[in-house]
């Protein structure tokens, strides 16, 4: 049926109090002599099922911040914020058990700030250039070298007025094993930190960041590598 059998029966809005599970005599009667309010309703309901899968949990921190707040590494306002909304939220709540219980082992973060199992990978000199650039300057590169990986590390302008991206890629010192992508990469500034994975090409990078001193760590063949004094400016 391509209309209502009576329009001036009900309006939208019963019917999408009906799919909020408001039950109604008059709508009940209504959808069982109207086959086309039964598809309005079952097109509400699915559009329902969409909007919950694209706005499930769009209010949660991400996981990154989770870790964070289960390390106590986030701002204090921060760590209130998220505290009050892990209290009311149980898939967060979830989460933060399941973190809880993943082995003895800290964190690759964890490691990092308490240097537990930590290699402090070497600074090699800066490379010279054979070649003067063609245009503008070429970005400052800083070579680490940890056991099997050499880690090069340029600080180039960023999008936003006084910020710079921070771009890394790892090389390791087998050249037939590639670094493999999604590897986990913190850039470290104090008591604050921010997350970065690898790219298939072995590239990682950071955006808007500040000018000031970090350290960058990752996790390679099962130690944590930290690479300290990097200067963004």
């Known amino acids: 049926m391509s209309e209502c059998v009576d329009p ?7 019917l999408m109090a009906y799919v909020d599970g408001q039950e109604s005599e008059k709508v009940r009667t ?13 097109a509400y309901r699915h ?10 949990r769009v209010s949660c921190p991400t996981p990154e911040r989770l ?9 204090t306002r921060e760590q209130l914020i998220v505290a009050r909304h892990v209290r009311e939220c149980p898939h967060c709540a979830r989460e933060l058990e399941e973190l809880a219980r993943v082995g003895s ?15 402090e990978a070497v600074l090699l000199p800066a490379p010279r250039l054979q070649v003067a650039p063609l245009r503008g300057t070429i970005p400052a ?20 007025q006084g910020a710079r991206t921070v771009m890394g890629r790892l090389v ?11 590897i986990e990469v913190w850039l470290i500034r104090d008591d604050r930190a921010w ?15 500040a000018p000031g001193e970090y350290a960058v760590g990752l996790e390679w063949d099962g130690q944590a590598v930290l690479m300290e004094g990097i200067k963004v400016e």
């Open 172 to 182: 390791p010192h087998d050249e037939i094993t590639p670094p493999i992508p999604g």
């Open 67 to 75: 870790g964070l707040y289960q390390l106590n590494l986030l701002p």
């Open 195 to 209: 997350a970065a994975a690898v790219e298939a090409s072995g590239v990682f990078s950071f955006e808007e960041v």
């Open 141 to 160: 590169l800083q070579r680490f070298r940890a056991e099997r990986l050499d880690v090069h590390i340029s600080v180039q302008p960023g999008h936003a």
């Open 47 to 56: 559009t329902e099922v969409l909007l919950r899968a694209v706005l499930h």
């Open 8 to 14: 001036l029966e009900l309006d939208e809005g019963e």
């Open 30 to 42: 209504h959808l069982a002599r109207c086959p086309y309010c039964v598809a309005q309703v079952a």
């Open 105 to 119: 082992r800290p964190s690759l973060l964890e490691r990092l700030h308490r240097a537990v199992d930590v290699v």
